[in-house]
């Protein structure tokens, strides 16, 4: 499971027990057509976090290349 927040990353500071989130840091059309496509394995991922997460501190992130088809 993936929680998928849009808009502002401080929403998910109640969070911290999810498995895993991500964070868009926008909410219209663009970011959530991505989100889908990285959640899918067909763009990548990759960000580090600009504010502290949860239990996530400053500078932690994730770096995944898309699926090679």
Do not use: W
Request: with cysteine.
């Amino acid at each position: 499971m993936v929680a998928t927040l849009f808009g502002n990353p401080y929403a998910s500071h109640g969070l911290s027990d999810l498995p895993a989130i991500l964070l868009t840091y926008d909410f219209y059309d663009r970011p959530e057509a991505s989100a889908v496509r990285a959640l899918a394995g067909e763009a990548a991922i990759g960000g580090k976090l600009r504010s502290p997460c949860g239990v996530f501190p400053v500078g932690h992130g994730l770096e995944r290349a898309a699926k090679q088809p």
